[in-house]
């Protein structure tokens, strides 16, 4: 049990997630030589799931457990760590024995992966240049890249949503909008 | 007689300018409230908790009870037209309702959202005025073994949220149990899954994560199927709304998830998501077409909005009748009323029945003002479904950004709704349903409290030694079951 604790945190914690991600990786590519290969995400989900359930039951062995009540922080975590290794375990059966379906065809994933850059760049924004600012930048970006370009909406749209941002979040619910570093900056 | 009296005494309070526009206002704020992601009904109210100090405190119970009834119909609105549940007990509504815009009905879903909302919060206030006094004594005796029974009762319903992916649903399940358990300890004050970062030491906050899991989930995988060469036109010619007999059939439906759900409500901490959830199963489970729940069937709209509409009158019964908030509305409802120097309680019958009569009274008509508002307004909300994707989509993103920010003004809430939009259209292209990561992330913490309770009270046995457990075992046990028995028999 102890040599388990030293994964539960720290150095030995880096070690173990870096063993799970090897572990998932030899997965993906075992699976994607084998005659299962039209199956791998059905096979990859299971497995990252009882990675993760291995994960946590590694931290909880770091727990400082409560002997008297017999219900320490640990037990319910547990309960259902091990409902997610039995369900795993389910799931793999029915990918392996022909249960599910071959893995889903992937549509435009480009267009989703911008979109994800996208947002990224809005969240960093919004720390530089202020909620309001990024804002804009972040609809008309979107907008324009779904190539839509009827101006007149993408203005109306824009303005419209940031005097709502700025009227019932900002002055009525006392939101505090990033005003961003930048501008603090140059307005102090 | 002294009821009625009372009660006519309440309506005849509401005979003036002041109180029906509080209702008035009451029901347009609690619907916007309700319809925007990020703002839960608690919010609403506590929103306007400040503006109702120089109120007298029967305006100010009315102003607030009517915002806590429209909000959660409020959250039904973008739940039908965009997947976004304005509310968490909206998740529920999504299920059908979201179908049912795609397929080009978006009135269907919207006008039963609406009626059943009505219904339900109809109901739920006739149950609080007529048994709120022995429903609440019967609540708060409830032992924590009959608590955590309940929440594996709520837990039970995703066997039939999951349909031929059964073990799908229960890992999802299970995902947002464990999700649920990050944080501080409740009970020993244990960091659990923390790694050190403190802004994880209240675990994820719910209202991003179920934005994130709905509303960005389903704008990733619009996303996928996007072809930008293609111009989309909208579907919605004209949509039809339902006529008189299709709400009439859904009599029974509404009619047991309002009781249901106002049921549900009168128990601490349980809920109107829960609510939603059981009747929806319920539905689902008593149906002659299971199958076509999740797909677009007016009655999972009902069961969910009646339930949830319901549940208020239902929260409202602790709180009234013992002085004991239920739920983070009731809790804010409670700070309300001792600012105007009102102590809820037994007593509060006898010594202020002008207060409670005329909330009462209030809380009936701010049901009939908001299927007069929402029939009206549905002409409005409708036009969400004709904003072309193009602009819907990046729209539907900045809500979902400042609507995660405004809960805690937290940016790691913010991340956390982004990764949780991520993990959501992965999980759903490889057939995991989302919604039972939400019901687990809302159960967990009462199962898990109350678990450990009985446990420290009266050891493991005590889940099988006190009757009210044990029955809702058997119910928890058979709500499992009746799925597969029904698949089964289907399939012979």
């Not at chain 2, 925007?36 to 607030?64: D, E, N, R, W």
């Not at chain 2, 109350?450 to 058979?478: E, W």
């Amino acid at each position: 049990m102890e040599k388990i604790q030293y994964f539960s945190h720290d150095s030995g914690l880096y070690i173990l997630l870096a063993i799970l991600a090897v572990f998932l990786g030899l997965v993906v590519f075992f699976v994607s030589r084998s005659g299962k290969k039209e199956y791998t995400g059905r096979i990859v989900f299971p497995v990252v799931f009882m990675e993760l359930a291995f994960l946590f039951f590694v931290i909880i062995s770091g727990f400082s457990k409560t002997k008297e009540s017999g219900v320490g922080p640990e037990v319910v975590p547990l309960l259902w760590i091990t409902g997610i290794f039995i369900f795993s375990i389910i799931l793999l059966i029915q990918a392996l024995t022909g249960y599910e379906k071959k893995d889903p065809e992937w549509g435009n994933l480009k267009v989703v992966f911008i979109y994800i850059l996208l947002i990224i760049a809005y969240l960093i924004l919004i720390q530089i240049i202020g909620y309001y600012f990024s804002t804009a930048l972040f609809l008309i970006g979107g907008m324009l890249f779904l190539k839509y370009n009827n101006w007149k909406v993408i203005i109306s749209l824009t303005a419209g949503w940031l005097l709502f941002s700025y009227f019932i979040f900002y002055r009525m619910l006392y939101v505090p909008l990033p005003e961003g570093s930048l501008i603090t900056l140059i307005l102090g | 007689m002294d009821l009625f009296s009372n009660l006519l005494t309440g309506f005849g309070y509401l005979a003036g300018i002041q109180p029906l526009v509080a209702i008035v206002a009451g029901v347009i704020l609690g619907i916007l409230a309700g319809a925007m992601p990020g703002l839960s009904p608690s919010m609403g109210v506590a929103l306007l908790v400040p503006f109702t100090y120089k109120l007298s405190p029967q305006i100010s119970l009315i102003l607030l009870g009517s915002i806590y009834i429209a909000a959660n119909y409020g959250g039904s609105i973008t739940a039908v037209t965009i997947n976004t549940p304005g509310t968490p007990s909206a998740v529920v509504t999504a299920f059908d309702g979201y179908p049912l815009t795609k397929k080009g009905k978006p009135g269907v879903g919207l006008g039963t959202s609406l009626v059943a909302s009505t219904v339900g919060g109809f109901i739920g206030t006739l149950i609080l005025i007529f048994f709120s006094v022995p429903l609440a004594r019967l609540a708060v005796k409830l032992h924590p073994a009959e608590y955590f029974m309940l929440a594996i009762f709520g837990l039970s319903t995703v066997a039939s949220l999951g349909g031929r992916n059964w073990a799908k649903a229960f890992m999802a399940a299970m995902l947002g149990l464990l999700i649920n358990t990050i944080g501080i300890d409740p009970i020993s004050g244990v960091q659990r899954f923390t790694f050190g970062n403190y802004r994880l030491f209240d675990g994820f906050a719910l209202v991003p994560a179920l934005i994130g899991l709905f509303a960005l989930s389903e704008v990733f995988s619009r996303l996928e199927e996007y072809k930008l060469e293609k111009a989309v036109k909208s579907k919605f010619e004209k949509t039809k709304w339902p006529k008189f007999k299709d709400y009439w059939k859904l009599k029974i439906t509404i009619l047991r998830s309002s009781v249901l759900g106002t049921l549900i409500g009168i128990f601490p901490g349980a809920g109107a998501t829960i609510a939603a959830f059981l009747s929806y199963d319920l539905a689902k489970k008593s149906s002659k077409e299971p199958e076509t729940f999740g797909t677009g069937n007016p009655e999972g709209v009902a069961a969910a909005e009646a339930a949830n509409s319901s549940s208020v009158g239902g929260a409202l019964v602790p709180l009234l009748a013992l002085g004991i908030p239920g739920s983070a509305t009731t809790a804010v409802l409670i700070g309300a009323l001792m600012i105007h120097d009102v102590n809820p309680g037994p007593l509060l019958f006898v010594e202020r029945p002008d207060i409670v009569y005329s909330l009462f009274a209030a809380l009936l008509v701010a049901n009939v003002v908001m299927l007069v508002l929402g029939l009206w307004g549905s002409k409005l909300w409708i036009k969400v479904t004709e904003i072309p994707k193009k602009v819907l989509l990046p729209s539907i993103l900045a809500i979902s950004i400042i609507g995660s920010f405004a809960v805690h003004y937290s940016f790691f809430d913010v991340i956390s709704c982004v990764g949780f939009g991520i993990a959501g259209w992965l999980l759903k292209k490889y057939g995991f349903p989302v919604a039972p990561v939400v019901l687990g992330m809302v159960l967990g913490g009462l199962a898990e409290t109350n678990f450990r309770r009985a446990v420290i009270m009266g050891g493991y046995k005590v889940f099988f030694t006190r009757p009210v457990s044990v029955i809702l075992l058997i119910l928890a046990i058979a709500s499992f079951a009746v799925p597969f028995l029904q698949d089964r028999k289907k399939k012979q």
